[in-house]
């Protein structure tokens, strides 16, 4: 049983520690990363272009992950390697089993619901799992066996539109303020974004700020379907609590809730609540955070 990590970043430890606990040798295929994990038997490399997407590289990728019966194929959850994921899992005709863990060889804990439920799935069938990365693996500057990108790979990138707001690191963010509907009008987010810079916090949302009003950029949302997030401290002005965004927020060590409806259910997944009107709330809190 061979253990496949497939990766377009060294942040894989979580990854790496599972393949050990399987045992099996390891056959690391890096995608746009140079030199190779210590810690895998076998490591292939596939360079891009700077201006190629890694995306691009998928069909070349998954032509490469010969995985048969028994054999798993472990990625980190990002945008770019869910691509590769669907390209290895149509090439192999194999499951893709999202927020899994492997529990041992030939089953695993699939999250479903956002966590609320873990189903174990048995099968001997080569499997393409996507889990998070976790910390980062020990990448030597020793160079790996060169996969020529074939089939031939040709998109390119042609302009980079940079969002307006730059690209928060929420999932290693230690303080978060997230901004929901309660906020009447784009502008009013400043006051949620003081706050923030008061306490040195990155700022997050609840889903509709991103898909409904488009006021902030897509990956800055937090729950089920957006970021899952874990910082120490997370404040939530204006969230109802739906549980959608409460499930990314799980692992948060103190939540903070502001809220004019002293019902709303974020309220019970706070360890502290403020019942008051935002436009109120923030100026005075921020104040008190920040006098000068
Ligand atoms: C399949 C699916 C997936 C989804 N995934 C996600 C997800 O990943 N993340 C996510 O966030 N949502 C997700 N949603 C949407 C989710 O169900 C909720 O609709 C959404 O989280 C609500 O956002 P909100 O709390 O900002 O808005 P609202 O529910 O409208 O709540 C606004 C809150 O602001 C309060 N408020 C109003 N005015 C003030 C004021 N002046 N001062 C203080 N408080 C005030 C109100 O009392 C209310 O509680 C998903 C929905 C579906 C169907």
Aim: aromatic share 4%.
């Amino acid at each position: 049983m061979t253990t496949w990590i497939v990766t377009t970043t060294s942040e894989v430890a979580n990854l790496f520690d599972q393949a050990k606990a399987l045992g099996g040798p390891v056959t690391a295929v890096l995608v746009g990363l140079t030199g190779s994990f210590p810690a895998a038997t076998t490591n292939i490399t596939f360079n891009l272009g700077p201006d190629t997407p890694t995306e691009a590289a998928a069909p070349a990728v998954a032509a490469h992950v010969t995985a048969t019966d028994g054999d798993v194929v472990l990625l980190p959850d990002l945008p770019e390697t869910r691509v590769i994921a669907g390209a290895i899992a149509a090439r192999l005709n194999a499951p893709v089993l999202p927020h899994t863990s492997v529990l041992a060889p030939g089953q695993y804990a699939v999250e479903r619901y956002g966590g609320i439920l873990q189903e174990t799935v048995s099968t001997e069938a080569p499997t393409i799992v996507l889990t998070e990365g976790g910390a980062q693996e020990e990448l030597s500057s020793e160079a790996a066996d060169t996969a020529e990108p074939s089939p031939h790979y040709d998109a390119h990138v042609i302009e980079t539109n940079v969002a307006s707001e730059a690209r928060t690191d929420l999932a290693h963010a230690s303080r978060i303020v997230a901004l929901g509907r309660g906020f009447a009008q784009r502008s009013d987010l400043d006051l949620g974004r003081k706050l923030a810079a008061a306490i040195g916090a990155s700022v997050a949302c609840s889903r509709p700020l991103t898909e409904g009003e488009q006021w902030m950029p897509k990956d800055s949302y937090v729950g089920i379907s957006g970021q899952k997030v874990s910082p120490d401290l997370y404040i939530a002005v204006g969230i109802s609590g739906e549980l959608q965004h409460t499930l990314g927020v799980r692992d948060a060590r103190i939540v903070v809730a502001i809220n004019s409806d002293p019902t709303a259910a974020m309220f019970d997944q706070a360890d502290y609540g403020i019942v008051g009107d935002l436009y109120q709330v923030l100026p005075e809190l921020t104040a008190e955070l920040n006098p000068s």
